[in-house]
């Protein structure tokens, strides 16, 4: 039977996905949904003790985030099960695995043994802290990553105390990383026929994600605080309270600013020596919010977003996620992605963010069942029916 191919784009590479949770998985999909043969390698029912942690096999989650797999059940405790997956490793492209850092080598598939079967393989790993050092052994979470990362310390109201902010920030860096340090490396493979381990951890993407205010620090030496929903350095630019509800404005430049002058009928502000320059409105930003405020409680956001749109300064609603799907623009991007799914009937998915204009990725089949492909994929490098039944039995597979 044919494989269901998202996109022609990655439909030449076989990836084999050890991971769970949200940082690996979303690495893979990302790969999925455009052309790779994403092999979901899952512990038989029974085997693994936190089998449940990624939630709901049927729950939203799952269903997004595995969309595009194939899915072979596979006891990697013993040792057949191990020999059914280097197996796998000959002919695989990439490996990907979110494993604490020593696990891999406990059982035997760590880059040494996967690079001994296969030089041109690529090892994708994810950990909470690195795969060296101090840490490497701890076990790693997003909101870990975020409090250690210094998201926390500049996510909420001035002296409100650490915020977690409400997604997950180094979980899903994580994962676009890995892709990217694949992409890179299979790049790279084209010229020296070799492949190599790429690695990242939920730590490192965290405090990539900081970017100005890490480069802040570690050029100025000075500590970004919490901000609200003020910008750090640019004013005025945050939350606006309308007379039935809160937009966002962005106001980059003395340009902005005397074009936000005008839209809301306050010509006099633009020269105001308090706020005609952006050091000036930054050292005064509490004065002119209270301006602001005033201003903006006068009309509805509709109406305020009109008049910005029309003086060409940035600003847009603040929606909740019903609201962001049913936006105009949204619809027209199409990234909320129609399927049928055999358990939950007719859903939709969140589609990649990316466009590619002749290979562009899709979401060709559901999330499978565990295992639902494991006959079909042994049948693949040579095991008969009778081998499978034996694995089967044996609960190998």
């Known amino acids: 039977m044919t494989r269901p191919v998202a996109s022609p784009a990655l439909s030449h590479l076989r990836i084999l996905d050890l ?47 595995h969309r595009n797999k194939r899915s072979l059940t596979l006891n990697l405790k013993q040792p057949e099960g191990v020999a059914i997956f280097m197996r796998l490793v000959e002919t695989a492209d990439i490996v990907v695995e979110n494993f604490r850092p020593d696990v891999k080598e406990r059982l035997g598939i760590g880059y040494a ?85 790429v690695q990242t951890s939920l730590l490192e993407a965290q405090i990539a994600m900081m970017d100005f205010q890490a480069a802040r620090y570690l050029i100025d030496g000075e500590v970004s605080g919490q901000a609200g929903n003020d910008h750090p ?91 962001v799907f049913a936006d105009e623009q949204v619809k027209h991007l199409g990234i909320a992605v129609p399927m049928h799914d055999p358990v939950r009937g007719d859903i939709h998915l969140v589609g990649q963010p990316i466009v590619l204009s002749r290979t562009p990725a899709s979401i060709a089949t559901p999330l499978p069942e565990p295992g639902e492909h494991t006959t079909l994929i042994l049948r693949g490098i040579g095991y008969n029916d009778n081998d499978i039944a034996r694995l089967r039995k044996a609960k190998v597979v």
């Open 233 to 323: 350095y640019s004013t005025p630019m945050g939350v606006m309270d309308t007379a039935d509800g809160f937009i966002n404005i962005g106001v980059g430049g003395d340009g902005q600013w005397r074009s936000l002058c005008k839209a809301i009928q306050q010509p006099e502000l633009a020269n105001d020596p308090d706020y005609a320059t952006q050091d000036n409105r930054f050292r005064n930003r509490s004065k002119l919010s209270l301006v602001l405020d005033d201003i903006f409680k006068t009309r509805t956001c509709v109406d305020w977003l009109q008049r910005l749109e029309a003086a060409g300064v940035p600003a847009g609603p603040i929606y909740k996620m019903d609201e």
């Open 19 to 65: 991971t769970r949770a949200r940082a690996g998985p979303t690495c893979c999909r990302i790969l999925a949904d455009f052309g790779a043969d994403v092999i979901k390698v899952e512990a038989p029912p029974g085997v693994d003790p936190n089998e449940a942690m990624s939630g709901p096999r049927h729950g939203y989650d799952m269903l997004n985030l």
């Open 113 to 197: 043994a996967l690079r001994a079967v296969n030089a041109r393989v690529i090892l994708a790993s994810i950990s909470g802290f690195g795969q060296t050092g101090p840490y490497r052994m701890r076990a790693g979470f997003d909101q870990i990553a975020q409090g250690m990362g210094g998201l926390m310390w500049v996510t909420g109201l001035p002296n409100q105390g650490p915020v977690r902010a409400g997604i997950a920030v180094a979980d899903s860096a994580a994962g676009i990383y890995a892709a990217t340090g694949i992409l890179i490396a299979l790049t790279e493979r084209e010229r020296t026929g070799l492949g190599q381990w």
